[in-house]
């Protein structure tokens, strides 16, 4: 059993919970994830990894509600208790020196680009820090990301905090004014947000990183449900990503694969929150 330590509520559907894991604690790095279940007859679901604290053992994981178990993990409080969290599961960032790079986040992805931003910011790089969301009530860890960042640049689509504008509008102006000086962007956030990022670095050939958080069960290469294209091949995100080549992803194939049980999905937080009297979705 996983014990929460805390709890903090960043919006009506995003949340953070500390978890002591201290054995993922000990071996996480950035960009891997875990995979949680809530209960015995929980359904298992990939959340990447947001920070971790070796000395504390204790891994920190943030959230978006956009299902029936998600939702009912945002009800859990501090003292309650996981049935499991596996991991660290997935390949690690590849932190290297790299000169200048840029890392653009979207939405609930500002939670796992965190670390890697902070990785490749101690490993030497120049770090411009793009975030965005939907309004300003959706952003959180813009303190954390202004610590670590040479440059940040925030944006809301409604304008109500930042510049106006999705995050590829500043993403583009770097990359012309950049002159080739950029030499690799990491892009989470939405698939679609991610999608639109490698199509502009895509135009200044500029090597770009997605993670792709794909619908999984065991998250070990062996039931195949997290199943993508790159460049024509086969691949699965839990164990040979979640991190890949934004140029090469199909990304027809990841946005069609991300509504599959979306019916399903909307039938089980029906029923759930018909029994806890929750809001559901769409709040």
Not at 30 to 44: N, P, T
Not at 83 to 95: D, K, N, Q, R, Y
Not at 109 to 120: C, K, M, Q, T, Y
Not at 193 to 202: D, E, G, I, S
Request: glycine share 12%; proline share 4%; with cysteine.
């Amino acid at each position: 059993m996983f014990e929460i330590i805390s709890r903090e509520i960043f919006s009506d559907s995003t949340k953070l919970i500390i978890v002591a894991a201290p054995d993922i604690a000990r071996k996480a790095e950035a960009g891997q994830f875990v995979i949680v279940r809530i209960s015995e007859e929980g359904e298992r679901i990939p959340l990447t990894i947001a920070d971790y604290d070796r000395d504390s053992g204790t891994i920190t994981l943030v959230f978006q509600e956009v299902g029936k178990t998600t939702i009912h993990l945002g009800t859990l409080k501090a003292g309650e208790k996981l049935v499991s969290v596996t991991g660290p599961l997935g390949c690690a960032s590849e932190i290297r020196n790299y000169g200048k790079v840029i890392c653009v986040g979207g939405g609930v992805g500002i939670a796992p680009l965190f670390p890697i931003a902070r990785e490749l910011k101690a490993a030497g790089n120049y770090l411009i820090s793009i975030i965005g969301a939907r309004n300003k009530s959706l952003l959180f860890w813009e303190d954390r990301m202004r610590d670590i960042s040479d440059e940040i640049i925030v944006c809301t689509d409604d304008g109500s905090y930042g510049q106006k504008g999705v995050v590829t509008i500043p993403l583009k102006e770097k990359l012309e004014n950049g002159n080739g000086t950029i030499k690799r962007v990491w892009a989470i956030g939405p698939p679609i947000m991610m999608k639109y990022c490698a199509a502009t670095t895509h135009e200044f050939d500029t090597p770009t990183v997605v993670s792709l958080n794909s619908i999984m069960v065991d998250g070990t290469g062996m039931c195949g449900a997290c199943r993508i294209d790159i460049g024509g091949k086969t691949m699965f995100s839990c164990v040979d990503g979640p991190e890949f080549d934004g140029h090469e992803v199909d990304w027809n194939l990841v946005l069609s694969r991300q509504n599959i049980y979306l019916e399903e999905e909307k039938e089980a937080v029906g029923h759930y929150c018909g029994k806890k009297g929750c809001k559901g979705l769409g709040r």
